[in-house]
């Protein structure tokens, strides 16, 4: 990575940590994490986690719930879905890539608005534009203007393609430069 960043010079800011596959958005995600717990925030922060499992196509690491990458987030609010789905990845058809995009949108849709709800200062999020597949993001602008620090990975690149078309990756790549454009900080990896 060629920038160092601390949890601390971003606490209190809204940061996007965007990249394409491979490119060490989670790794720097949970490097910021437990950092903002050895610092003793962990009372403070939750964590949604949109990813899938890992995965492993062509030779490429997709996807990882943060829990595959530290035990740390035993030590704060950790939300996720029982099952998040790879669209562009698992779908034989273009009916049942929408199909699977309107699942997890639904399922993410309910953490979100339970993080709404009970909220806490420090956001982490993992995975973000897996939500914006759906084309919808209010109840992620919810979460956002609930939370005073929000630091969110999410994909933004070439690596992930669907041969069905529809326009599930354009309204992620929209919804995630909108995203960028009302964030203090974009670290593109």
């Known amino acids: 990575m060629p920038v160092n960043y601390s949890f601390s010079a971003l606490l209190g800011k809204k940061v996007l940590i965007t990249g394409d596959v491979g490119a060490g958005k989670t790794r720097l995600t949970v490097d910021l994490l437990?950092?903002?717990?050895?610092?003793?925030?962990?009372?403070e922060i939750t964590i949604i986690d949109m990813a899938p499992a890992t995965i492993h196509v062509d030779g490429m690491r997709v996807g990882g719930k943060?829990?595959?990458f530290t035990d740390k987030v035993t030590n704060v609010r950790?939300?996720?879905?029982r099952r998040v789905e790879t669209p562009r990845l698992s779908a034989k058809s273009p009916r049942m890539l929408?199909?699977?995009?309107?699942?997890?949108?639904?399922?993410?849709?309910?953490?979100?608005?339970?993080?709404?709800?009970?909220?806490?200062?420090?956001?982490?999020?993992?995975?973000?534009?897996?939500?914006?597949?759906?084309?919808?993001?209010e109840a992620i602008?919810?979460?956002?203007?609930?939370?005073?620090t929000f630091i969110a990975n999410g994909y933004y690149g070439t690596a992930l393609?669907?041969?069905?078309?529809?326009?599930v990756s354009?309204?992620?790549?929209?919804?995630?430069?909108?995203?960028?454009?009302?964030m203090d900080l974009v670290i593109r990896l």
């Open 66 to 68: 943060l829990s595959e």
């Open 98 to 137: 929408l199909h699977l995009v309107d699942l997890n949108e639904k399922r993410i849709r309910r953490i979100l608005t339970e993080f709404v709800k009970t909220p806490t200062a420090i956001l982490f999020v993992n995975d973000i534009s897996i939500y914006f597949q759906s084309g919808v993001d």
């Open 34 to 43: 437990e950092e903002a717990i050895t610092l003793g925030y962990g009372d």
């Open 170 to 182: 354009k309204a992620e790549r929209r919804l995630m430069t909108q995203l960028a454009d009302d």
């Open 161 to 167: 393609t669907s041969v069905f078309e529809t326009d």
């Open 141 to 148: 602008r919810s979460a956002l203007r609930t939370s005073e």
């Open 78 to 81: 950790y939300l996720a879905p």
